[in-house]
């Protein structure tokens, strides 16, 4: 009693390996602020957490863009653009012809940073009404944000200044500069990468390691979003509110179909190709892209056949355990290798081979009478996690596949200095589909997530490169779509429940959309995957 959060939180420090960064006052989230606590149960919250690192991350963001604008007060805000995550940090670019982005810029970017760390500014939070944040957006040349806070029914918004310097951010917010230490900034194509800690190693910068092909497919997003003249959500609920929605959907579409065509052409120009491999993580719209793939595959003259690699788990009591003893599906060696490697060289030589199905219920192989043999012109469609990774289809040569790695990757920002972050994107997809086709609650989507995204991390983000090529599920229109979905069950998450954090995160991130129906999305789209009403079978 008698004592503020950040106060406490410094006498306590001591008794924590990690930087203290957050609290939670009789279980509610707060920031580290003046103000005094009661006879209240104060929970504190580390960079080691996850909401911790995305803390830590978006403070030091804050930093930097508060750098820049001292170093260069004539680059207006939104010309500072954030664009993507990328090796553990975020790329961005400064779009002005009067400053020459090179290593001597980038050094003055980060000395003023170190100075800001050594000086332990005091980082203010300001409620304030909408009128008077726009005007201090306008200020600083954030159109960007303008835009976007003519959509918000709220009167006030949460606006943070450091050293003079405002703005905007989606999530809390460190107490000074002077925790924010460990971060560089690298140079990268035609702009620069802000690297910082990951939560499992809050301590230390990761090493710099750009992945080329995925940098590459993230630039080609970025350009598609210039043609549709969409990238932020306020150009998106412009864009809506103006009557666009259709044709925007129509062109993105049709932007995607094209890939599509693009990516079946190169498999049929190769006469080796009998194996096309295809991997990426949750919701990333795998089973209507392997439908569509298939279709344009036989406009190249071409028999596709589907193959499920989950009709190759081993049998129930053979599944590798987890650390807490239950079955870990995502594990490799779930797999049975040995049979899918024999079954897949048949097929390559000709035989006809009868394939197994996995019937989940009883945990156990059987065989339905579903048999195959490859012709000239047949191909094999290979869906699953492992896909990538060579261990999997390791005695098939190497000339015979052609591997595909497609995931969510949205181009779509909030504003100029706030992403929508992919796993995000992806979330909301799972969250949609599985209350849909699985009866699946929220709470329950929300609680699985976590294990969800460390499979990811082990099985499929290492093999990402070795794909032969990448493609971009994401439809810069699709939140608006979701949202509709998406509230209902999330609000259903009561206060007392673990995941209602998260819930209440997911929901303020979601009013920043206009919603919009579903009438509109073709019905091959890969939004239907999740929304329901497709053309394919899923």
Not at 131 to 137: L, P, T, V
Not at 212 to 233: A, N, P
Not at 383 to 403: A, Q, T
């Amino acid at each position: 009693m008698g004592k503020s959060l950040l106060q406490l939180a410094k006498e306590v420090q001591k008794d924590y390996k990690d930087t203290i960064i957050l609290a939670k006052v009789d279980g509610k989230l707060s920031e580290l602020n003046d103000w005094e606590i009661e006879d209240q149960k104060v929970e504190f919250i580390t960079t080691a957490s996850t909401i911790g690192n995305e803390t830590y991350r978006r403070s030091v963001l804050f930093l930097m863009l508060y750098a820049i604008h001292k170093t260069a007060p004539d680059i207006p805000g939104k010309n500072v653009c954030v664009q993507y995550s990328l090796s553990k940090g975020l790329f961005c670019e400064i779009k002005d012809n009067n400053h020459i982005i090179d290593e001597k810029f980038i050094a003055g970017i980060k000395a003023v940073m170190e100075d800001a760390v050594k000086a332990d500014l005091k980082i203010d939070k300001h409620v304030m009404p909408k009128y008077e944040a726009i005007e201090a957006f306008n200020k600083f040349g954030m159109a960007d944000k303008t835009r976007l806070f003519k959509y918000r029914r709220g009167s006030s918004v949460n606006v943070y200044e450091l050293d003079g310097y405002m703005d905007y951010f989606y999530g809390y917010m460190a107490p000074s500069t002077g925790m924010l230490s460990v971060f560089d900034i690298f140079l990268y194509e035609n702009g620069f990468t802000l690297q910082m800690p990951v939560r499992t190693a809050p301590d230390r910068v990761p090493a710099f390691n750009p992945p080329r092909k995925l940098f590459t497919v993230l630039k080609e997003s970025s350009e598609w979003s210039d043609i549709l003249d969409v990238d932020t959500v306020g150009a998106l609920n412009d864009a809506i509110a103006a009557g666009r929605m259709n044709e925007l959907m129509l062109v993105q579409e049709a932007l995607q179909e094209q890939k599509i065509a693009e990516i079946a052409r190169r498999i049929a120009s190769d006469k080796t190709k009998k194996f096309v491999m295809i991997a990426g993580p949750s919701s990333s719209g795998k089973t209507t892209f392997s439908h569509r793939l298939s279709i344009q595959l036989m406009a190249c003259g071409l028999k596709p056949h589907p193959i499920a690699v989950d009709n190759y788990f081993v049998e129930r009591e053979e599944t590798p355990l987890d650390a807490d003893g239950n079955y870990n599906f995502e594990d490799l060696h779930a797999i049975d290798i040995e049979l899918f490697n024999r079954q897949m060289l048949e097929l390559l030589d000709g035989k006809r081979v009868e394939l197994p199905t996995f019937n989940f219920k009883t945990g156990k192989k059987e065989y339905r009478g579903d048999f195959k043999q490859l012709g000239k012109d047949d191909i094999l469609v290979i869906e699953g996690i492992h896909s990538l990774n060579d261990e999997m289809s390791k005695s098939l040569p190497m000339e015979s596949k052609f591997k595909i790695y497609i995931s969510a990757l949205t181009s779509l920002n909030i504003d100029e200095h706030n992403r929508v972050a992919t796993t995000d994107g992806r979330l909301i997809r799972r969250l949609v589909r599985d209350a849909r086709t699985r009866g699946a609650s929220a709470q329950h989507t929300l609680r699985m997530w976590e294990s969800v995204r460390r499979g990811e991390e082990q099985n499929i983000f290492p093999y990402q490169e070795q794909a032969d090529v990448m493609f971009n599920s994401a439809l810069i229109y699709e939140l608006s779509i979701l949202k509709p979905f998406a509230e209902p069950i999330l609000f259903a998450i009561g206060k007392d429940e673990p995941e209602y954090q998260e819930a209440k995160r997911l929901l303020k991130f979601l009013e920043y959309f206009l919603s919009y129906g579903t009438e509109d999305i073709p019905n091959n789209s890969i939004l239907r995957e999740f929304v329901g009403g497709g053309c394919f079978k899923i």
